[in-house]
């Protein structure tokens, strides 16, 4: 009897305790295994989101690099063989159109001065043996034909000296400076993205494999784009594009596709899109990795919730939806773009309808003060 007695007034003793423990923080359920299920003693103070759907394009992302502009690149060769004596540019400089970028001895431009001074030679004579013959034939002492000859030879001599002239301007080198020495020169002005050449280095003539320099303009230049085939029904000419560059993450640029290519790369099944960028400011360079972000032109149902509801956690990201009166379950989800006015689009992981946590970094918070 004392025993039960004293049992009873223990137990009067502790209910007060009880029944003051009103923390508002989330637990664990205790009728439950699941560690992803959180009971709340009082859910009202935590902002609740209700999940929706809109339609929305396919928003798709597709790696690329920055490349020069085709159109704008060319690939300077010497049409004279020799040996490089002076290099005067390097792989990254700009240069102007006309600025001399080597020098070489080249014997070929030695053989086209010889050719070229033994050409005028020869019209010099054929000049003076037509002005004889002209002077005999006024005296009726040259035969007609023997006055076309003179004549025929002048003018094959003229053509001669023409031929030989064309040929040393083509090898680089100035009819009125006789030199050996072959100036290479800029064709363009622009940027050098590839170097082939050193000094001292011999040249072949018109087999140059690969060419001595690649000059670009990089005003503008393109992203070629690796789109898997799955989606390139999603993707037209003219469609603008949104660029991420990792060597500037805060900065957006924009572009449009301008190509599709008709032929798939076998190895990763993908077709290259290309897209043209301005570069005027020239942050842009070529082989920077860039990711393509494309938006369709057809509309699909999209589920989206608000950013503040979705957190990231050990490179995953999460949700807690309420299950019940007071219970809530956390769920990962899976963030496959972003609305204009910043909402999160997400697969099928909730359903339209459904009550999220609004601010998920604070429920979380909630939870980790509880667990101390």
């Not at 060319?74 to 600025?99: E, Y």
């Not at 320099?213 to 789109?227: E, P």
Request: hydrophobic share 40%; glycine share 6%; with cysteine.
């Amino acid at each position: 009897m004392k025993c039960a007695l004293a049992t009873l007034v223990l137990l009067v003793l502790l209910m007060p305790a009880c029944s003051n423990d009103t923390k508002a923080a989330p637990t664990k359920a205790a009728i439950t295994l699941d560690p992803n299920v959180y009971n709340v003693d009082h859910p009202e103070i935590f902002k609740l989101a209700i999940v929706e759907s809109r339609e929305l394009a396919n928003v798709l992302h597709a790696n690329g690099s920055i490349t020069p502009d085709v159109n704008r690149t060319i690939r300077v060769t010497s049409l004279g063989s020799g040996r490089v004596i002076d290099l005067r540019v390097k792989l990254g400089d700009h240069v102007n159109k006309g600025q001399v970028l080597l020098s070489i001895y080249s014997a070929d431009l030695a053989s086209a001065f010889s050719d070229y001074q033994k050409a005028i030679a020869d019209e010099r004579l054929s000049r003076r043996a037509l002005a004889r013959a002209q002077l005999l034939f006024s005296h009726g002492a040259l035969a007609q034909k023997d006055l076309e000859v003179a004549q025929d030879t002048e003018d094959k001599a003229k053509v001669d000296v023409q031929s030989a002239q064309d040929h040393v301007r083509l090898l680089g080198g100035n009819p009125d400076r006789r030199s050996s020495v072959i100036e290479l020169r800029a064709p363009v002005s622009g940027t050098i993205v590839e170097q082939n050449v050193a000094g001292y280095e011999g040249v072949k003539s018109l087999d140059n494999s690969p060419n001595l320099f690649t000059i670009a303009d990089l005003s503008q230049v393109w992203l070629l784009s690796d789109v898997y085939e799955n989606d390139l029904g999603e993707i037209h000419l003219g469609d603008p594009a949104d660029i991420q560059l990792n060597a500037y993450p805060d900065k957006a640029f924009h572009g449009r596709v301008v190509d599709i290519s008709r032929v798939l790369d076998p190895t990763i099944r993908a077709a290259k899109v290309r897209i043209v960028l301005s570069n005027s400011d020239g942050l842009l360079r070529p082989g920077m990795f860039a990711v393509a972000t494309f938006r369709s032109r057809r509309l699909v149902p999209r589920v989206v919730v608000p950013s503040t509801a979705v957190m990231r956690l050990q490179d995953k990201d999460w949700i807690f939806r309420k299950d019940g009166a007071s219970q809530f379950r956390r769920l990962q989800v899976h963030v496959i773009g972003s609305t204009q006015d910043g909402m999160l689009q997400l697969r099928d992981d909730v359903k339209p309808g459904e009550q999220l946590v609004a601010n998920a970094l604070e429920f979380s918070t909630a939870l980790a003060e509880q667990g101390k």
